[in-house]
């Protein structure tokens, strides 16, 4: 099993971007997926997960209002659209498979990781 996260870089306060993560080796449409950060020094933290209908997801508190995830199911592909982004939410971003096709807030619950994509928020 295989994720590639792409679309991280450096960006002012109040910016967007977009992140990716191409999978493969796993029925992709069948599990749920997640992206987590980490800051420097700090835990793994859930940012937004979706199960493996598309049609629910979680996100953590300070990621409402601001963030979205989606997939793409025929492109293997789970997306994290990121908006207003502000200093704190600088941190290396990393997709994951969950073990099943329910989404999880628990970092436990997800068994394959990308090698993560850094995402710089300063002025």
């Known amino acids: 099993v295989q994720l590639q996260a792409s679309g991280g870089g450096l960006v002012q306060p109040g910016a967007s971007l977009k992140l990716s993560c191409v999978t493969s080796?796993?029925?992709?449409?069948?599990?749920?997926l997640g992206w987590f950060r980490q800051a420097p020094g700090k835990e793994r933290d859930i940012v937004a997960a979706i199960g493996a209908s598309g049609r629910n997801t979680y996100y953590a508190d300070f990621a409402k209002g601001r963030f979205a995830i989606s997939r793409d199911d025929l492109q293997n592909t789970v997306y994290l659209q990121l908006n207003n982004l502000k200093p704190e939410d600088t941190a290396v971003y990393y997709c994951?498979?969950?073990?099943?096709?329910?989404?999880?807030?628990?970092?436990?619950?997800?068994?394959?990781w990308g090698q993560g994509t850094l995402v710089t928020v300063s002025s």
């Open positions: 080796g796993r029925a992709f449409s069948s599990y749920a």
């Open positions: 994951a498979f969950a073990r099943g096709w329910a989404f999880s807030p628990h970092r436990d619950d997800y068994d394959a």
